[in-house]
């Protein structure tokens, strides 16, 4: 699985945290199944995560979209999901409705 993760002085890859592999993991946590045994409506691949300049809001890109969550309170605010394809970077500005989108995969329309 390969991932970028985004914080307020920009995007970091997921060398820098040993190459970890999440579906390799033992855990059962939903997020960290194997796609075999993932729920499509619940579960996707998590592609990357960029939080916000105030670090108040983060965007999450995942396999088939993407998601937006309110960091106080934790709640998620804003879901896409796409019948082909992902995002593979999804920045936000600020708390505003204004997305910056790279699309993921090999089929990718963004």
Known sequence: MSST???P?????????GGY???SSSTTSSFLRP?????E????ELVSVSWNQDSSCFAAGTGHGFRIYNCEPFKET???ELKNGGFKIVEMLFRS???ALVGGGPNSQY
């Open 97 to 99: 409705n204004i997305l």
């Open 41 to 44: 409506n619940d579960e996707a």
């Open 9 to 17: 002085q920009g995007i970091m890859q997921p060398s820098g945290y």
């Open 35 to 39: 796609e075999s045994e993932s729920n």
């Open 5 to 7: 993760v985004s914080n």
């Open 78 to 80: 804003f879901r896409r």
């Open 21 to 23: 592999d999440s579906r």
